[in-house]
């Protein structure tokens, strides 16, 4: 059994990151600017937007906070994106969600300049994702996609099982794998809640995704002997931190997995970095 190690890879992409932003800056380029609005006091949001934060300024980029008091208007809200989406040294915006209530999340993603939409969370990046255009990919399923690639499991004429349709997740993840490419070219099936026989869908997979957010959901006898299984699920219970696989049954039957922790989760802030580098690149010309 391998062991996908994200937390590595993930180390890997931003120390590349890094480099490449190092060195265009030592030509007299500007350096990559993040905004990252936070709004209310989430305890979570707010680990989430510090760790963003962390891993910006040790790439590079330049991360600049905006954090507002729950009691922000939605006009308000709208005022600050339309002012970002103006601002050229902002490369990418990112919204960190769940806002607080009465708060229009979808109103504000549609908002951000879809050439900013680092998250890619506006309709057109998902348009475009769908229709095979080039443009931002939302950052997990991304992160994905590249643990196979840097992993070298092609899922090229496999069976994959996707497990949950979230638009963050789920549903992009399901288009990532039936697109043209070696780590494309899936037969996909996607599983939700109202799927009658989920554990037979994944037994017949060569590839299972699990992002639902129920501990230890997929277990041993839904594995098919050497498939490859990634966990997607942060849950928390009461013996730590654990994944929507039943990891200590199920690695015994796969022939590659990903842990929790250190699997999916550090990849998503490190696409999160390579999406900021991406529009950087576009908007400036360096590509
Ligand atoms: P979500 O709650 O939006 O969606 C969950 C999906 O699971 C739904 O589509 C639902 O149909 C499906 N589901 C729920 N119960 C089911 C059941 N009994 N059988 C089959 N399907 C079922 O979740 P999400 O935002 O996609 O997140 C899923 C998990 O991934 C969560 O644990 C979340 O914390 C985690 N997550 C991790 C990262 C990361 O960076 N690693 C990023 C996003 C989400």
């Given at each position: 059994m391998k062991l996908i190690d994200g937390k590595k890879t993930a180390q890997d992409i931003r120390a590349e990151i890094k480099e490449e932003v190092a060195s265009r800056t030592a030509q007299g380029v500007r350096a990559p600017g993040l905004a990252v609005i936070l709004v209310g006091e989430d305890p979570a949001s707010q680990v989430y937007v510090r760790n963003k934060e962390r891993a910006c300024q040790e790439a590079g980029i330049r991360s600049v906070p905006y954090r507002l008091p729950a009691s922000t208007s939605q006009e308000e809200l709208m005022a600050l994106i339309a002012a970002l989406n103006a601002?050229?040294?902002?490369?990418g915006i990112l919204l960190q969600l769940p806002l607080p209530k009465g708060l229009d999340a979808d109103r504000c993603l549609l908002a951000i300049d879809p050439a900013k939409d680092v998250d890619g969370f506006h309709p057109e990046s998902v348009g475009r994702l769908v229709q095979g255009l080039p443009g931002f990919v939302s950052c997990t399923p991304a992160g994905i996609i590249e643990l196979l690639a840097r992993y070298d499991l092609p899922t090229e004429g496999k069976k994959a099982v996707v497990i949950g349709r979230s638009n963050i997740v789920g549903k992009p993840l399901a288009v990532l794998l039936a697109r043209p490419g070696r780590f494309g070219n899936a037969t996909v099936t996607l599983c939700h809640?109202?799927?009658?026989d989920l554990a037979k869908e994944c037994r017949e997979a060569d590839f299972v995704f699990a992002a639902i957010?129920?501990?230890?959901?997929?277990?041993?006898?839904m594995v098919k002997l050497g498939a490859v299984v990634v966990d997607v699920g942060i849950n928390r219970t009461e013996q730590g931190l654990c994944g929507d696989v039943d990891f200590e049954a199920v690695k015994d039957k796969c022939s590659a997995i990903t842990p929790v922790?250190?699997?999916?989760g550090p990849m998503t802030i490190a696409m999160l970095l390579k999406n900021t580098l991406q529009s950087w690149r576009q908007r400036l010309g360096l590509c």
């Open positions: 601002d050229e040294r902002v490369d809640s109202r799927t009658p957010g129920r501990p230890r959901f997929v277990t041993a006898d922790p250190g699997g999916v």
